[in-house]
């Protein structure tokens, strides 16, 4: 069984969140089952992995939008050192840029791209067994291989559709149809939603299934997913959730480079005390008061609007009893309030930006782990948090709820339920009384180290769907 997965994010190539994470795993491991073969393909960027690794050219060809001609150009890594067969599409003008977002003219980028693919399969003769489409950017691609006259030779190939997150759907003017490849123009219904084209919704209708990244997050589209309830109601038949795995071979605490102490289970308690210390003395802060993190960007999807109030009143309410360290970028508003309070308060540290080494190194020194999410559809940084002994606080919401269990049940971890800074700072006050027992932090610090999250267990539900 031969798989093409179509994103625009892959780590290590590209990273944005994690998607890119789940791109660059779940192939890897999907590869590990006997009698599959897993790709990527992804835009080209200007990245360091380009330059570091070689690539040779497997297509050059040429496509229209409108009255536009554009090269297309393949290239595929040369010693599949990510695990898998790694393709990247460039497009110059398009598809040759810095980032992966960002850019006036995101929709006819990701119309080219999925083009663009499509294209080159179809010129090359390439059938794939199944199309795997992760998130909007690659919505359009079950609609196009069943209705445009360009991909007869696709016509029958089985899609899925995964997504990531409902927040974000591609909504645009009905003015880009004519960018796309010819298609029967009877079939129009397929792409629209309320007067606009909507990716996400085009490949809800047309992908053979269609997945979420929990079964949490399945649950609570049905309730809220941005004026789409109804579609999803109506397509449950195709729908499955199947909860994001982490790739255990980077996010190895035993032999992880980027950390200053490894460890594992054994002696994790003694290890990260150590790794703490070092970021401690390196921010400014107090090795022996508990750590609470944040990392991730600064979305009001992602409860960051709380943190500068959860900072001021955690630190007031507990007279200076914890230290408090955010990793991220984003709202600029949030980003001057967390500045403003990093110059008051020693007991507070801020660092801008995405800085892969760094979040390593917080996780493996923090005692607990903020996640305050409005909207959560799995949430990787829980898992790695509890593989590297650090206790999650997290809003109880989506693959939030599916992977973190309250102790008060039974669980290694702390829920609240309300995004409110009331909740929040009620949830860090509980976290507080945790650390002062020793013995409780110590049990908890090992009974999240033995959580399995790794990717086995989801690759084979994806195999599984495929076959079906």
Known sequence: MVIYHLSTECYPVAKVGGLADVVGALPKYQNKIAGVEARVVMPWYNKSFVYDHEFDLVFDGFIHQAANMLQVQVLKEKTNVLGFELYMVRIPGLLDRDNPYGYQDENFQFLAFQHGVLHWLSAMKIRPDVLHCHDYHTGLVPFMVENCYEFEFLKG??????IHNGEYQGMMSWTMAQYMPSFDGYKW????????MNPLASMIKCADAFTTVSEGYLEELFISFRGLESLVRQEFGKAYGIINGIDTEVWNPETDPMLDFNFNSTNAVAQKKKNKENLCKEYGLKPELPLFAFIGRFATEKGADLLPDVVWRSIKQSYGALNIMILGSG??????????????????????????HLSHKIYASADFLLMPSRVEPCGLNQMYSMRYGTVPVVRYTGG???????????GAGLNFTYPGVDDVVHAMNRALAIYNQ??????????????????EKSAEKYIALYNS
């Open 400 to 410: 939030l709820r599916d992977t973190v269990e309250d102790i008060s049940t039974g």
């Open 438 to 455: 020793k013995g409780v932090m110590e049990d908890l610090i090992h009974a999240n180290m033995n959580f399995d999250f790794a990717w």
């Open 189 to 196: 219904g397929l792409m629209d939603w309320n007067g606009l």
């Open 331 to 356: 709202n600029t508003y949030i980003e001057n309030k967390l500045k403003e309070y990093d110059y008051t308060y020693t007991n507070f540290a801020l660092d801008l930006g995405y800085k892969e």
């Open 157 to 162: 190939v089985k899609t899925i559709g995964t």
